[in-house]
């Protein structure tokens, strides 16, 4: 049963990004510090290894300008 188990997970694997932050958010507005802020940014250089998920992928797009996405299956 265990065996099964570990089979399962792996076929499961999640992808993760790395999401550094090249921006800062003065200026941007309310949202924009909140959208970083839930994404686990909130100051310049920050990084962060989240899951590949399109809800990350949609908060990333809206502060495409403020962040820098690499794959970290090929940065590694």
């Known amino acids: 049963?265990?065996?099964a188990m570990k089979k399962v997970d792996a076929k499961k694997a999640v992808k993760t990004i790395v999401?550094?932050?090249v921006g800062g958010t003065?200026?941007?507005g309310p949202k924009?510090?909140?959208t970083l802020l839930g994404l686990g940014l909130g100051r310049t250089?920050?990084?962060r290894?989240?899951?590949d998920t399109p809800e990350t992928r949609g908060m990333i797009n809206r502060v495409r300008h403020l962040v820098?996405?690499?794959d970290?299956?090929?940065a590694g």
Do not use: H, Y
Request: hydrophobic share 35%; glycine share 4%.
């Open 19 to 21: 999401v550094r932050q």
């Open 26 to 28: 003065s200026g941007n």
């Open 72 to 74: 970290k299956n090929r």
């Open 1 to 3: 049963m265990v065996t």
């Open 32 to 34: 924009m510090k909140e």
């Open 68 to 70: 820098r996405v690499e």
């Open 45 to 47: 250089n920050a990084v």
């Open 49 to 51: 290894e989240l899951q």
